[in-house]
């Protein structure tokens, strides 16, 4: 077993790492002054346009993709670069075109798409050129079983018309977000997993409606298009905007999510390692009761239960990037929904940890900590909730 890094991963971390430290990270500041100047705004500010500039001429893009229309990297060489973009999760990720939804429907269109759908959606997607929403999750049942979804796929004639209710399409309230992956029904009366359809429904299509934004804990996550409701009343396109074929919805969601799942986790890693970062400055300078905080007994057992827990997911994350890589997502879906359920967990703890560390501060708005608290912990319900998870797993174990 080798736990080292090949020659390309080294190269393009260290190139990552420079990128996030030296643009990124100094570069926050500037995004929450762009945000603030401009209230009700939800496409990308132009600090982000920027840096994807930069990024891209340094060959920092689109690094999530393997094969050749992204830039080829195995899920294993991708996972130390996620890594650091979890570091400055509001700016790195969309700075390299690696952001979800983004990766998730460039996926689909990538693994599904037919020619025309890859030139039309696809590509200038690639470019950085439009955004994208995945609208599958709806207010009116649970949606974390996804055979309930109730948005109607009908066919008439040369079209699909779309009927439903979505929310918390992430994304979606960015008006360059021009495409929306919708998934619904095209048969109820199908086998239970052949029901659902994803369809290509472009945001200018009449009756598509984006109702309003959702927040997260009070953050409108303005940085990255938000969260939107979305109505399609009747929304018409041509059948040829079908993704792979009637019934194939619920197959193209098992796909889509592999990858997502395990890209959250690497991305969370950097997270925990920023907080712990954030503590190590902090307890070395602050003073209580005539010690350092690094001095007390319990927050030395914090760091080091937080590095514990870091160590071993992050093990745990490689090795399912591995099996990704080698067998196939479907053959690593035990440990995709293992770190699925372990990483998150594990980062809200650290996250919790670090807030109690610097006190009244880490509750602010002056340090990372709470928006990356508050990230985190969406991480246990979005992509499935961890019961979920936990129930399927647990079934497959005990029929081991
Ligand atoms: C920040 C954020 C971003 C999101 N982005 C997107 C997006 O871009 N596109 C999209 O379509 N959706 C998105 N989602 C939605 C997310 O995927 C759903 O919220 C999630 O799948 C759960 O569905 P639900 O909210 O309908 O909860 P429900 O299905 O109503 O479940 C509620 C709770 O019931 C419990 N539960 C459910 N099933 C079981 C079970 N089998 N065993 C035990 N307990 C169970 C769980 O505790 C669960 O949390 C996002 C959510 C958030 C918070």
Known sequence: MDFAPDARTRELSEKARAFVDERVIPAEPVLEQQLAGAPGEWSLRPIVRELQQEARAQGLWNLFLPGEDGAGLTQLQYAPIAEITGWSPKLAPVAFNCNAPDTGNMEVLHDFGTPDQKREWLQPLLAGQIRSAFCMTEPDVASSDATNIGTRIKRDGDHYVITGRKWWSTGAM????????????????????????????????????????????????????????????????PAS?????????????????????????????????????????????????????????????????SRIQLEAL???????????????????????????????????????????????AGVSGDTPLAALWAGVRTLRLADGPDEVHLNSLGRAELRR
């Open 241 to 305: 905007n079908i993704l792979k074929g009637e019934g194939e919805g619920f197959a193209i969601a098992q796909a889509r999510l592999g990858p997502g799942r395990i890209h959250h986790c690497m991305r969370a890693l950097g997270m925990a390692e920023r907080a712990l970062a954030l503590v190590r400055e902090r307890a070395g300078s602050r003073v209580a009761f005539g010690r350092t905080l690094a001095e007390q007994g319990v927050v030395r057992e914090w760091a080091a239960e």
């Open 314 to 360: 992050r093990l745990l994350v490689l090795k399912t990037a591995w099996l990704m890589d080698t067998v196939g997502n479907r053959q690593a879906m035990t440990e995709i929904q293992a770190i699925k359920i372990a990483v998150p967990r594990a980062v809200q703890q650290i996250l919790d940890r670090a807030i109690q560390l610097f006190g009244g």
């Open 174 to 237: 960015n008006p360059d977000a021009a495409i929306f992956i919708v998934m619904g029904k095209t048969d109820p009366d199908a086998d239970r997993h052949r029901q659902q359809s994803m369809i290509l429904v472009p945001r200018e299509t009449p009756g598509v409606h984006v109702v309003r934004p959702l927040s997260v804990f009070g953050y409108d996550d303005r940085d990255h298009g938000g969260h939107a409701e979305v109505v399609f009343d009747g929304a018409r396109v």
